[in-house]
């Protein structure tokens, strides 16, 4: 996406989470498209030490900042280039200052005795080791690291949600009237840490929630809070800057809260991740609703649908990707629009639609959308999901089948209820090119207009429909791309334990045919 509008001449801003894999520098977001990056690679990771296990994982790519020298307590412990005996903290900003390669010191004294000589470690990399006892300086007009690759300090302390909004503001400054790049298209993907696992947030916003009895779901609250509050920060910079009538805002999610861990399952949310998917069933990685609906925002000039109200159409996340390029040129002739379908790709090509008019006309006559392919089964889950118009089915027994649903109060702790395995099904009648897996037989059908909480199973009654809709599973999975799990490869994690931050480990002229994981501690 970020590629395709830098054809259209966007800037093109990320911040936040990746987590599409990084044995090479080419996978990273900074080769992706991307003009700017503040973000971190994992799948998780500490909200205030910004790192995963032992290492970190905080990168920032983009232009030098104009600033001075920026200070932490305790961020590095020893590990240098070049150690100087009995100077003050001023005296180190002139030695520093007067090396091209150095990029801060680390003093090694007390608050109370920065102008006292102590000894000095001048940092020409970022080293990191989880020191308490050291005041660490950095230049301000710190330029991108090791091309990108390294993990920067300086945010240590801060709170992710809050650090993000600060910079999606900054960048929306930039863009904005009166800002230096005032008048250039923009896009900027924001992937909040927000909600997941860890569960952090800053005592203020836990001390909102008195009423919340179960602590998961206190700190869930107070996380969200957080977000609400960021979230308000940015469109309140829009405001600002008078964009937000030319500004198409769109908030999306990528699957249902986690009531429990993945082993746990959703009854033990005093010790695990809070989220609550009611009234739908199952939680994230389950094909059930509770799993896979997400809750949307979209606010955009020209929208005909009124505030607050429902777009009803069949929409999935893949087809954001055409709809926010035609939304790019729309109103700006001819010429941009095939611009736009250009960078885009052929329709054919595309596993989204262009969902940009049935927004517009506030879904009223439909949409292009008929069918949300949940999984094909080709991948290792053992199990399959399809849906066409209200009608559901799940084959084979993935994710939780559980309902959660807070106590009667709503302060207290999440009640579930489980259910029993889906029933056996025939497959006699579906024509398929090789053997059909036993789990294809175990079928759930529901009709999730009638039944949005999945609790009244069709398959018995509609078993032609099963069917129907087997056979069109076999045909999506006959042109299904495999997804592939490869093994952690352990250079990952060694490389990590080098250099103190999770980053790439294999050249960028490389392409990994056997290991694209790197093995977390």
Known sequence: MPEAFKKLGFKTHMLGKWHLGYPTGKCAPYNRGFDSWLGFLNGNGGYYAHGMGAYMDMHECGPAKDADWVHRHGALAAGSDLLVENVTVDQAQALCGSRDDCIGFTYEAPASELDTPHKTYFKSKFTYAGGKDWQTWYKGDLPPTEACHGCTPLYEGQYSTELYAERAVETIERHGEGGSESGDPFFL?????AVHEPMEAPDEYVRRFPHIQDPSRKLYAAMLAALDDAIGNVTAALDRSGLRNDTVIVLST?????????????????????GLNYPYRGYKDSFFEGGMRGIGIVHAPGLELEPNSTFEPLLHVTDWYPTLLSAASAGKGEEARWRARAAAGSASSLDGMDQWEALLAGGKGGGPRTEVVIDTGAGHRKAAALRVGSMKLMLGTWGSPNWCALNSTGDGGIVCAGSSAPPTSSTEGVEASGP????????????????????????A?????????QQRLLE????????????NDPAGEQKANETGCWQPWLPDDLHPTTTTTAAAA
Do not use: I
């Open 461 to 469: 009654q509609h078993p032609e429909l099963v069917k129907q809709l």
């Open 254 to 274: 990528d699957n249902g809260g986690m009531s429990g861990t993945y082993g746990m399952g959703c009854c033990n949310c005093g010790t695990s991740c809070g």
């Open 476 to 487: 999506y999975n006959a042109t299904a791309v495999p997804s592939v799990h490869k093994p």
């Open 436 to 459: 059909v897996p036993a789990w294809f037989n175990q079928a759930q059908l529901y009709d999730l207009a009638a039944d949005p909480r999945e609790e009244h199973d069709l398959s």
């Open 189 to 193: 993907y924001l992937a909040w840490q």
